[in-house]
């Protein structure tokens, strides 16, 4: 697996992984209503490629196909961590968040983590600082506002 930076080419098919993986991975804690609220599958690409653009945003591709991707702002918020659906649990989503902390320059790392991502987050070190609940067009999702303190920089 090689972890690259993020071309604007890759702006539909990391659309598409996230739709795919939301829809895959997260159905396990949470209702088809929410999953379409929160994936549902018109991404506006103008505006994903312009965040990604402005971010630091790592793509993970093996065997020349997108198997994750994830991107951090300069303010040290990890935006997105995502990891195909065929593809889960071999290690992508630590290699893509070692990279995308180390990238950050920031001591402390900040993310909303899903309830299928908190496990994943907490392996790495972080804590949450709240439970929220997210509204989108009427419905509720639940997340968490995770933090870490790095100890290296």
């Avoid at 829809?23 to 088809?32: F, G, L, M, P, Q």
Wanted: one cysteine or more.
């Amino acid at each position: 697996m090689k972890i690259r930076n993020y071309m604007p080419s890759d702006c539909r098919c990391l659309a598409e992984l996230f739709y795919d993986t939301v829809h895959a991975v997260n159905a396990e804690d949470y209702t088809e209503e929410q999953l379409n609220v929160w994936a549902p599958g018109n991404a506006d690409l103008e505006k994903w490629n312009q965040s990604f653009s402005c971010h630091h945003t790592f793509v993970a591709v093996e065997k020349k196909r997108i198997v994750g991707f994830g991107d951090i702002d300069k303010t040290g918020y990890l935006d997105r961590l995502f990891v195909h659906k065929d593809h889960q649990r071999k290690g992508i989503a630590s290699a893509i968040c070692d990279k995308l902390e180390r990238s950050a320059g920031t001591a402390r790392i900040t993310t909303e983590a899903s309830v299928t991502a908190k496990p994943f987050f907490e392996k790495r070190g972080y804590q949450v600082v709240k439970e929220q609940q997210i509204e989108r067009q009427g419905i509720l999702l639940t997340n968490y506002v995770m933090e870490l303190i790095l100890t290296y920089l």
